[in-house]
């Protein structure tokens, strides 16, 4: 069964995944994004497949399956809008975009806004801190970010996404789908010199460098040529 | 020896090369003296990289604050015994402590001091192979160090015989899945073997027993990124900012309450009124109320803190821990239990369930601060607070159940009269009532 679904493509990536480690069951959660790239949920055929690839139990990848909030158990939509609704990012308008985002869709936590994987269709989800915290409220689609955001350019944005249209993330590649992103994370990048451009700071990011070029704030100066090693210490 | 000076209120070290144009691509890294540092430690002996190191003063950057050179001498070398397995360097790159955010602007914009920091480190401790363990949700991170990785082989830096000099290195960036406790090192060391991440009991420590058993070096990313800059620069260089037993200099991430938030590189040390100044004050003047020093799981400061230098010493002398330097600043209209309450739904979603203080306990602190600020909380709830939080803390495996704790005794400590004013100003609840509702709603 998992034959049809995981076709030779899939199966020579796996392939080439699990040679990258020293120890063939280290390629586990890499590979669980791999199937979920190719059905957009990891499925019980999905646990089956990295089972069988990595000689496992079904029992040992479900274990792990499960204990990760990265790998849906249920289909996902086109989209995975991801709104941080930790203390910092809930205190700037992070909880007004979520109860929002809810609101307009009509879905909960992990739930799909549109037949899942059809075009236009949005797992909403609240996350915990995304790790962008100067640049809150964030949010993600597909983990590309958004940042800076309020509770009316969070419902533009889930608007032009249900009409299908790919709104330029603020830091991060130009939007794909939540497969294709899932295929990256599981290590294989079909087209990295393609996604590994796009904006990735913002001005925020800047402010220290910046302040310091304007002022003429330098670290002290290092030597003109790397100093020479130090000896070691007599051993008693 | 160059005089003691007093550095620039600001030293952009690892933030020097962020304004670049592609300042990712490997082209800008060389132009920028990157390698440089590689070809100089390949030309000595690795125990001198760990000296060099050790002299430095270089401190873990990943919360913890553990020596670096320390770390790196407890790995067994020889060729005989323990020192004869296979050795393994960790990054630790799943960020994700409330409010740091230090790492993934690194790796995005600098990959390659990173990835230079992992090639001289695997020399001096002696691995040919390192695994990059970045987190999930910080995809374009991945792309950068994957590209890295790719440019860093196809010139030499990696691969076999590096360089001539008969060193062999491989490097896998590796995408984690979505699990705040994998930034635990044992956890992360589980979760990269493929398994859940849940801390392991220590000892045996990674430096031992690491990655398949074996000994293992894990280090947080801006710490590694440090080395090739410390290479270059030498010990006394390195030790030109920042204190005697905190030396160089750390990115501080502002944010919250204030006008210009964002990456702040000053050497360790410098206090929130700098801080503050330089990210322009609080925002729109409101005055400051709580923030943390270094993430959610370093206690609370207050304004009366404002003063306290922010290196290892100085955050731990005023109550608190320097953690991660992720300054998240809040302003007086935010409400001290609401922002706790937000905190502890986070460590209980976060707590891996292998220990039983940490697990249950998150869980009954969520529903007695979440019924707190719905307006029903009792007046035994303080003391009862305090009390699962002296049966969390030091009661399991990893910090994670000790860091639960710190918003929470700290909020108490300093606002204690704002959790007894928002008890009463609601009507008492009768427990039997309220152990009902909870038991009806889990049924």
Avoid at chain 1, 94 to 118: F, M, N, Q, W
Avoid at chain 2, 226 to 242: D, E, K, L, N
Avoid at chain 2, 366 to 385: S, W
Wanted: include cysteine.
């Amino acid at each position: 069964m998992s034959d049809e679904i995981f076709d030779e493509v899939t199966r020579q990536r796996t392939k080439e995944i699990i040679s990258r480690y020293p120890q063939s069951r280290s390629a586990l959660l890499p590979l669980l994004h791999l199937v979920q790239s190719v059905e957009g949920h990891v499925s019980q055929d999905g646990i089956r497949y990295c089972a069988e690839a990595l000689e496992l139990s079904t029992a040992e990848v479900s274990a792990v399956a499960t204990f990760y909030t990265m790998y849906k158990r249920r289909p996902c939509g086109e989209h995975l809008v991801s709104v941080c609704t930790n203390t910092l990012c809930a205190v700037l308008g992070g909880d007004d975009i979520y109860a929002r985002l809810k609101e307009k869709l009509g879905v909960g936590h992990e739930e799909t806004a549109g037949e899942p994987g059809s075009p236009g269709s949005i797992t909403l989800e609240h996350a915990e801190c995304l790790a962008a915290c100067d640049l809150g409220p964030v949010l993600q689609v597909n983990y590309e970010y958004y940042d800076n955001q309020t509770v009316e350019s969070a419902e533009q944005l889930v608007e032009a996404l249900q009409r299908g249209e790919k709104p330029a993330p603020t830091r991060g590649a130009p939007l794909t789908d939540f497969k294709t992103v899932e295929l990256e994370l599981s290590g294989i990048f079909p087209d990295l010199e393609r996604s590994v451009e796009g904006p990735s700071t913002a001005v925020e990011t800047m402010r220290g460098a910046q302040l310091a070029s304007e002022r003429g704030w330098l670290a002290p100066a290092m030597p003109d040529s790397p100093p020479a090693f130090p000896d070691l210490p007599e051993k008693s | 020896m160059t005089a003691p000076v007093t550095p620039d209120p600001l030293t952009p070290v690892l933030t020097r090369r962020w304004q670049s144009p592609r300042s990712w691509a490997i082209e800008t890294y060389e132009q920028l003296e990157g390698y440089q540092a590689l070809r100089h430690a390949l030309t000595t002996h690795p125990d001198r990289i760990i000296q060099l190191v050790k002299d430095s003063g270089l401190r873990g950057r990943g919360g913890a604050g553990f020596p670096t050179g320390m770390k790196w001498g407890f790995i067994p070398q020889g060729a005989t015994g323990p020192g004869a397995k296979p050795k393994y360097l960790v990054i630790n790159a799943d960020e994700g402590e409330p409010g740091t955010c230090k790492d993934i602007p690194t790796m995005m914009a600098d990959p390659h001091s990173l990835v230079e920091g992992c090639i001289i480190t695997s020399f001096a401790i002696r691995a040919n192979f390192c695994a990059i363990y970045v987190r999930g949700e910080a995809l374009h991170c991945i792309r950068r160090m994957r590209k890295a990785v790719e440019e860093a082989y196809a010139k030499g830096y990696l691969g076999k015989d590096i360089l001539g000099s008969g060193f062999d290195l491989d490097i896998v960036v590796h995408a984690g899945a979505g699990a705040y406790i994998c930034g635990e090192e044992t956890a992360l060391l589980d979760s990269l073997e493929g398994r859940r991440g849940q801390p392991r009991l220590k000892p045996p420590f990674p430096a031992t027993s690491g990655l398949y058993a074996s000994p293992t070096v894990v280090n947080n990313v801006e710490t590694i990124a440090s080395v090739p800059a410390i290479v270059m620069g030498g010990s006394a260089w390195f030790r030109a900012m920042g204190s005697e037993k905190s030396p160089g200099p750390k990115i501080y991430s502002i944010s919250g309450h204030v006008e210009k938030p964002g990456q702040y590189e000053a050497p360790l040390g410098i206090t929130l009124r700098q801080l503050l100044e330089l990210a322009g004050g609080m925002k729109d003047g409101v005055p400051l109320k709580f923030w943390t020093p270094g993430g959610s799981s370093t206690p609370l400061f207050t304004a009366e803190h404002l003063d306290v230098p922010l290196d290892f010493e100085g955050a731990a002398a005023a109550g608190s821990m320097l953690g991660t330097t992720a300054v998240q600043i809040f302003n007086e209209t935010v409400s001290v239990p609401w922002a706790v309450m937000k905190w502890t739904e986070f460590y209980k979603h976060e707590s891996c369930g292998k220990c039983t203080p940490c697990r249950e306990g998150t869980y009954w602190l969520v529903q007695i601060l979440e019924r707190m600020v719905a307006g029903e909380g009792t007046e035994a709830d303080v003391e009862t607070m305090l009390d699962i939080c002296d049966n969390i803390l030091g009661r399991s495996f990893c910090a994670l159940g000790d860091g639960a704790t710190s918003p929470i005794t700290s909020a108490i400590k300093y606002f204690r009269q704002e959790f007894l004013d928002l008890i009463a100003a609601q009507p008492a609840v009768q427990r039997p009532e309220q152990l009902a509702e909870l038991t009806g709603a889990t049924a």
